[in-house]
């Protein structure tokens, strides 16, 4: 078997010591999408940042990739809250874009959750959500509508809870205090114990907590927190980048540049640079030094802790005693699938599917976990970008493409992890053959007409996202969101080492937006007050 070609698709600009166009006013480590908002917003404010990334393309996990002549996305499987201009997440994206990213709605049912057999879907529009509930729960109502309403309390706390992400220290004790006195008593707990409060009936529960794979958790262990911000940001329909996912980094990288920042590929940040006791830099693969007052890292904490601060460094202890009250997230495989027609001659949908062997999520997940063998797969999503993306077909006449994301825990694969990317070997293969048969069979469940139909097809494991994301155990949405990880107040930007601030998923929460305010929030921590007029403009409009 030959080995597989790299992707062709590369956003940003390849590394050389050479073409380092010094000072900078910031060093961001990696270019997912917290560190890419951190310098766009940087960068507006007039600081020449710049921004190493390890992969040979920018994005973290908003990059695309082709092969075999098709193109997939890698995680950005849709994004919530797109279609008006006063959210949160497109008043950022439009700021970081210059707003030139565009948006293309998906169908009205954005998620079918199935239960075995039985599906319910997920509707675009508050109103029509809560109807579709009722519909398949009409003795439920006063449970939904109580369900809508914690979602409100939810997103009316949030802002206490971001604010305390970068006010110094010294307004936290008293303003934790108050925001907790806000809050209310259910924000950050467990999920299920949550809508077990609101409602005995296991099935709506299973539909109300149906996307748990966007965090990572099923709802017994993760934070209600998380729970409703995913939640609250489908409520009005999810929506596809026009042009793919790699959009995102084409159209942020020229703000970077505006005040002569850049983004570089195939940059490897080895070391972070301290010297007596402040960050002053980074030190490369290549050897080189880049000097900087400020270093940001979006590379996760255990990767920044762990990997990337010398173990000399002041404070060094204070992170490894911390990185203990963390747990890295869940890590998945993906199929990647390319058939020869379009979406719309295939029956495609806009809507994504997940599926699940039964509503006890939890179960599920345990019995999957020890014997994958002889049990259902505990969650298999569904999603098809080629037909969430209009442009796809001007791009890939008569293509399409469909991506299978399921559970892939690290030790499934450890024994290849020291084994090079493409060259792993043929039990590696074997096994990764058989788990996509398995993924397979699913699609052809839901979709039989399919069958014979499959041009091309390939599975990604948690190797594939520790080699080009930089998880070392394959972990997909950096930490898990459980109670616990809400009440750490160590995840915020400013780290206890001077001149060294953290960004991306890990401050805030997973997923496109979360990173993205993450990215917010870092600029505002090290902007201090002058911070303080584009903290306004995203939050208050």
Request: glycine fraction near 10%.
């Amino acid at each position: 078997m030959s080995s597989p070609k790299p992707s062709t698709l590369r956003v940003g600009k390849r590394y050389r010591e050479k073409r380092l166009d010094g000072p900078y006013d910031a060093i961001i480590i990696g270019s997912g999408i917290g560190g890419l908002t951190a310098a766009a917003c940087m960068s507006k404010m007039g600081k020449k940042v710049l921004v190493l990334e390890q992969h040979y393309t920018a994005g973290g996990f908003t990059h695309s990739y082709d092969r075999n002549g098709y193109e997939w996305d890698v995680g950005v499987h849709y994004i919530g809250d797109m279609g008006a201009d006063h959210t949160l997440g497109k008043r950022l994206f439009d700021h970081i874009t210059d707003s030139q990213l565009k948006w293309a709605p998906m169908d009205a049912n954005y998620d079918r959750i199935y239960m075995g057999e039985k599906y319910v879907d997920l509707v675009a529009g508050p109103e029509e959500f809560r109807a579709e509930l009722i519909k398949a729960f009409p003795e439920e109502e006063r449970a939904i509508d109580t369900y809508l309403d914690y979602l409100r309390q939810v997103s009316k706390a949030m802002p206490a809870v971001v604010l305390s992400k970068v006010l110094p220290s010294l307004a936290l004790g008293p303003l934790s205090m108050l925001a907790r006195r806000k809050a209310p008593e259910f924000l950050n707990k467990p999920t299920r114990e949550v809508l077990e409060g609101i409602t005995s009936n296991q099935e709506l529960i299973a539909v109300l907590t149906g996307q748990w794979g966007d965090n990572g958790l099923p709802p017994a262990q993760s934070s209600f927190i998380v729970h409703s911000l995913i939640a609250r940001h489908y409520l009005h329909g999810g929506y596809y980048p026009i042009g793919g996912a790699s959009e995102m980094a084409k159209t942020i990288i020229p703000v970077v540049q505006q005040s002569g920042g850049e983004v570089f590929t195939y940059a490897d940040v080895t070391e972070i640079l301290i010297e007596k006791g402040k960050a002053v830099g980074v030190r490369m693969a290549d050897g080189a030094e880049i000097r900087s007052p400020l270093v940001i890292s979006n590379a996760g904490v255990f990767n920044t802790f762990n990997k990337l601060l010398p173990k000399d460094a002041p404070e060094w202890d204070y992170y490894q005693d911390k990185l203990k009250t963390v747990k890295r997230s869940m890590a998945s495989n993906c199929l990647y699938i390319g058939l020869e027609d379009t979406a719309e001659n295939l029956g495609l949908p806009k809507t994504n599917y997940w599926i699940y062997p039964g509503t006890d999520y939890e179960k599920h997940v345990r019995e999957f976990e020890e014997d994958p063998d002889n049990n259902d797969i505990s969650l298999t999503y569904i999603s098809f970008p080629s037909a969430k993306d209009p442009s796809f077909l001007e791009r890939y006449p008569n293509r399409a493409t469909i991506e299978i994301v399921a559970p892939g825990p690290f030790k499934w694969y450890e024994e290849w992890a020291d084994k090079p990317w493409g060259k792993r070997g043929e039990d590696y293969e074997a096994k990764k053959e058989e788990f996509a048969q398995r993924l397979l069979t699913k699609l052809y469940e839901k979709f039989p007409h399919l069958e014979g139909k499959v041009d091309y097809y390939e599975l990604s494991t948690s190797l594939s996202t520790d080699y080009f994301c930089r998880y070392s155990e394959g972990e997909i949405y950096g930490l898990d969101h459980t109670p616990d990880r809400f009440e750490q107040d160590w995840l915020k930007p400013k780290t206890r080492i001077p001149g060294l601030y953290l960004t991306g998923q890990d401050i805030m929460t997973a997923g496109v937006v979360g990173a993205m305010l993450g990215g917010l929030l870092t600029t505002v921590a090290v902007s201090g007050l002058k911070g303080i007029p584009l903290a306004k403009k995203m939050f208050v409009g």
